[in-house]
């Protein structure tokens, strides 16, 4: 019995030498999750990018704007002139928060008894981000109106329990709901692993059964092979797609806002990059064990850590920041929540449709470089 177990032990270690594919991805995936999990897997909001809208122009509207871009919590972006201005800058998610400083907002006015109020405009489509901002904002006013106390006592002897009333505005979901975040990432993700996982298996399937010979012997060529191959998946997740808006709209009165036609647009630009990604997984496998692996490796995790469906991608390091560029999902899921949420049109997102048009080109043209070498070598 011994020597049947060794004898299978030694035929499985000698199949694994010979799999390095399989071996290169069983020991990069573990190092690859420590460093995600480490750096990327971080609920803190850091680096709040906002945006002052100076209404007043004076020596205390100076001063806010002073205590505000020198806090650790945010990062002055813009200085919006118009109403126009913040909406675009909101839209496009340039910036997390506006402040609107008012032009009669001044150490006289408050002189005088009067109160003004800082309007702050935050992106309430994340809610958990959008609350936290929320704490950071009174959290600072409450330290300026200490200040602001010291200096209206000093000029007029008279002080404000609150010289600063902070008015509060959630733009774009103000019941601060996170199913209307989640659901656009949940689309995204269910998309790109129907897309990179089935298509990556598809070729690769056909090296199995070995037909593959027969069709690298027939007229078509490759390109018609990998479009060939792609198109019956890229139909399965638009139905899957369709599926969850559905449910959404039906168990979470989640609408879409924007054009539908957008939203079909852009999903079909997502599909093609994501089934680029496939179609060259399956083309570099030689079996489906790895392509499976590898297909999940690269759109599972990055679509669930690096896009910013759940964790914010401001907060994580600059590495990683740059890391995330290599996942569509995080440009997809741009151009969703500002179809879906939003309400936004073609202008706040064309980059980010432009991005994975190249991606999806890069890949492709790859696949097509590297089957043309493996058809001739056959």
Known sequence: MLNRIMSVLVKEIRQLRRDTKLLIVIFTFPAF??????????????????????????????????????????????????????????????????????????????????????????????????TIIKNYFNLVVTKLNSQINSEILAKYGRKFSAPIEPEIVLWFNPELKSTRFLLPGLIAMILVVTAVVTVSLSLVREKERGTIEQINVSSINNTELLIGKSTPYVAIAFINAALVLLAGYLFFDVSVKGNYFLLMLTTLIFLFASTSIGVFISVISDSQQVAFTAATLVSMLPSLLLSGFIFPIESMPFIIQLITNLSPAKFYLVTLRAIILKGSGLGTFYMQLFYLIIFGLIFLGLSIVIRKKESVSV
């Open 33 to 130: 999750l420590l460093v995600m999990f480490g750096y990327a897997v971080n609920f803190d909001v850091q680096n709040i990018r906002i945006g002052i809208s100076d209404g007043a122009k004076n020596e205390m509207s100076r001063q806010i704007i002073e205590y505000f871009s020198s806090s650790d919590y945010f990062l002055l972006v813009s200085m919006p002139d118009s109403p126009d201005d913040i909406i675009h800058l909101l839209d496009e998610k340039k910036v997390q928060a506006v402040i609107v400083i008012p032009s009669d907002i001044s150490i006289i006015t408050y002189g005088k008894g009067k109160n003004p109020q800082l309007q702050f405009l935050i992106d309430g489509v994340d809610g958990n981000t959008a």
